[in-house]
């Protein structure tokens, strides 16, 4: 198989992608510190996460030192469905649902975070100057993601089948309670997806 053999980390590639084409309109999004978090788990979030990130979020208390809105993104796939029609009921008034956006850029203008899996979400976000915590669909994203999280970008929450809601606050609280390292990382993201 072809993930069978570790990939090349270079200057260049993140275990996967040499190039991406990402809108120009990321580059101009302007993160904010204390701005609202972004959960967006794909087309279809083919392994319901959304509403537990939601469920885990939505709590201030543990979501840093001030209240955070939060933005949950449900794309077309998972928008068709009738378990997302169901819950999207009972949300906190804090948390803003959107549905199938034709892009991103407007949500993470102005964003703090972007919870999401690794994938082009992971790079728009990037490209936005927002931190990103991941969780990965396979073995390989997981490569991906810890890339990114050893050059200081992102959070890694391992495979999906993993996914712990202690774990996504405690990273979320370390991003929202570190503003250096926020900081930080919203400049190597603008500067690694260039």
Wanted: charged letters at 15%.
């Amino acid at each position: 198989e072809l993930w069978d053999a570790p990939a090349p980390s270079t200057e260049s590639s993140l275990n996967g992608p040499e190039y991406l084409v990402i809108n120009p309109r990321y580059s101009a999004c302007v993160p904010n510190h204390a701005g609202h978090i972004v959960i967006s788990l794909g087309g279809s979030d083919p392994h319901s996460l959304t509403k537990p990130c939601v469920d885990a979020l939505a709590d201030e208390a543990d979501v840093g030192t001030s209240p955070r809105r939060l933005v949950a993104i449900i794309g077309p796939a998972a928008a068709k469905g009738a378990e997302t029609v169901s819950w999207h009921q009972g949300v906190s008034s804090t948390t803003k649902l959107v549905l199938s956006p034709k892009n991103l850029a407007p949500y993470l203008g102005g964003a703090a975070l972007c919870v999401t899996a690794t994938g082009m979400t992971a790079y728009e976000a990037l490209a936005a100057g927002v931190p990103v915590i991941l969780t990965n669909w396979s073995p390989d994203h997981v490569r991906t993601a810890q890339e990114l999280a050893q050059r200081g970008l992102a959070h890694n929450l391992g495979l999906w089948s993993e996914f712990d809601t202690v774990r996504l606050r405690r990273s979320v609280g370390h991003w929202l309670d570190d503003q250096g390292d926020w900081s930080r990382a919203s400049i190597l993201g603008r500067n690694l997806v260039d």
